[in-house]
C-alpha cells in the first residue's frame, strides 16, 4: 500500500487534535489558504477537486466561489477529519470522499484542482501529481499553498527551539525530500516534479504573509498540540508541563494587542494541465 504512514498518521492521535483544534487551525491557516484561492481564481458553474481538504473550510469556500452551478469534492486520507466536514457542510453540490489522490480514479474531469497544504504528504509525489493531472480536463488549472523551508517559518521552529533545552536529545531532522509538511521547501525540486507529471506554465511565487489570528492561550495550546512539537508531546506527553512556560516566553514576541502575528514562508504554485 503507498503512503501507508501518512494514512496511518493521519486517522490517528494527529487527528483527533485537528478536529478539536479546527477552529483555531482554520483562523490560523485562512490567509494562506486564500492566497492560493485568488491564484486559482475558480470561475461560476465550475467543478473543482480540493486535495487534503481537512475538517473542510477550503472546500466550502471553493463552493462559494463556483456556486450552485458547479461542483466541488472535497478528498482526504483522514476519516476524523472528513466527518468533520461533513458535519460543516449542508450544500448539495459539496461532496466529500474518503481517498488518497495518489491513486484514486475519478470519473468525472476537473476543471481545477487545489489544495492548502495537502499536497506534501505523497510517497511519490510524481505519480501523485500524474493522477491528478488525469483527473483534469485539458487545460485545466492547479493551485496550492506548501510551505518554504522550516527555518523561514518560525510558527513551527520557536515551540520546538524553546522546548528542546528542556528535553532529552532530539532524533536527527528526517530526510528534506521525505513526505511531511516541508518536502516541498526546495522549489526547484518542486518544479522538477511538476514537469515530471505532465503539467506546463509552472509558476512556484514566494509568498510571505503574517499569520495567527489567535489569542495567547490559544496560540499556546496550537504550539503544544500541532507541528513538531505536537507531534513530540503526543509520543511523550510526560514532558509536556516541562515545555510550556518556554514556550509561552518563544511565542510572546508574536504577540501584537492580545492576538498572534507570525511570520509564514509559503510557495503560491499554479499549473496547467497538459
Known sequence: MVNTAQIEYWNGG???????????LDRQLDPLGRAALRALAP???EHVLDVGCGSGQTTLQLADAVGSA??????DVS???LAAARRRSRDVHVSFVHADAQKQAFE??????YSRFGVMFFDDPVAAFANLRRAMKPSGRVAFVCWRAEAENPIMTAPMVAAARHLPPLPPPPDPDAPGPFAFADGVRLARILEAAGFGAIRI???DEPIGGNDRAATLELALQIGPLGRLLREHPEHRA?????VRDALEPFIVEGIARIPSATWIV???SA
Do not use: C, K, N, S
Open 270 to 272: 499554479t499549473a496547467v
Open 242 to 246: 516541562g515545555v510550556v512556560d518556554a
Open 43 to 45: 470561475r461560476r458553474g
Open 205 to 207: 511565487t514566494p509568498h
Open 79 to 81: 476519516l476524523p477529519l
Open 70 to 75: 458547479g461542483r466541488v469534492v472535497g478528498l
Open 108 to 113: 468525472h474531469p476537473f476543471d481545477a484542482v
Open 14 to 24: 494527529a487527528a483527533e487534535t485537528w478536529v478539536a483544534q479546527q477552529e483555531r
